[in-house]
């Protein structure tokens, strides 16, 4: 069974610093693109990001409204992709989730709750 | 950006009865790799999205059949052939064709 576990959200102040975790099982991570993206509170659904398989480069991309601040990374020998937030604000409070695949992201975990605020 | 369109935003549904779902993309979804990829994913209440329809009409594993997805270029739609209870959801389209990929605003699916 595909499983996808999302930790290290919480509440944070704006310009603070965050880094969540993506734990997965139940496929071979390293084939696998994996993305990140975010719902705001009652809000529908954004991308944040997402980065190739290490045999394409491990490239990643980042929409707009998070490029700069944050970074995707993964560690195929964990199974883990990561998502660093760095000057958080406001407006980046939503559910995170993770997701595995790129064009179409097949599955998802349950979401981490980031709350920036002060 | 390439914006996504749904409609209608809001549909009540009648059980046992048909519901179509309207997805309209700014330009043209098909890949210089020939594929198109629209996307159509289901959020029921308090839950995380779940694919139902990829490359706009391939059925994931173990989504009934009374859902079907068509459509090419620009003009997507969704189908529910008979509508059921469980269906009570957000329906949002997404493209995934050209970075950065976007969403619909979501079509909610309520029963009547």
């Known amino acids: 069974e595909v499983q996808l576990v999302e930790s290290g959200g919480g509440l944070i102040q704006p310009g603070r610093s965050l880094r969540l975790s993506c734990t997965t099982s139940?496929?071979?991570?390293?084939?696998?693109?994996m993305s990140w993206l975010r719902q705001a509170p009652g809000k529908g659904l954004e991308w944040v990001g997402f980065?190739?398989?290490?045999?394409?480069?491990?490239?990643?991309l980042y929409a707009a409204s998070v490029q700069g601040r944050f970074t995707i990374s993964r560690d195929d020998s964990k199974s883990i992709a990561y998502l660093q937030m760095n000057s958080l604000k406001t407006e980046d409070t939503a559910l995170y989730y993770c997701?595995?695949?790129?064009?179409?992201?097949?599955?998802w975990g349950q979401g981490a709750l980031v709350t920036v605020s002060s | 950006d390439i914006v996504m369109t749904q409609s209608p935003l809001s549909l009540p549904v009648t059980l046992g009865q048909p519901a179509s779902i309207s997805c309209r993309s700014s330009?043209?979804?098909?890949?210089?790799?020939?594929?198109?990829?629209l996307t159509w994913f289901q959020q029921r209440p308090g839950q995380s999205p779940r694919r139902l329809i990829y490359?706009?009409?391939q059925r994931d594993s173990g989504v009934p059949d009374r859902f079907s997805g068509s459509g090419s270029g620009t003009d997507f739609t969704l189908k529910i052939s008979r509508a059921e209870a469980e269906d009570v959801a957000i329906y949002y389209c997404?493209?995934?064709?050209?970075?950065?990929?976007?969403f619909g605003p979501g079509t909610k699916v309520d029963i009547e």
């Open positions: 490359k706009v009409s």
């Open positions: 997701a595995n695949m790129g064009r179409h992201p097949a599955h």
């Open positions: 980065i190739t398989t290490k045999a394409i480069g491990e490239t990643p």
């Open positions: 139940g496929f071979t991570f390293g084939d696998y693109t």
């Open positions: 330009q043209s979804l098909v890949h210089s790799d020939g594929n198109t990829y």
């Open positions: 997404m493209q995934g064709t050209h970075w950065p990929f976007t």
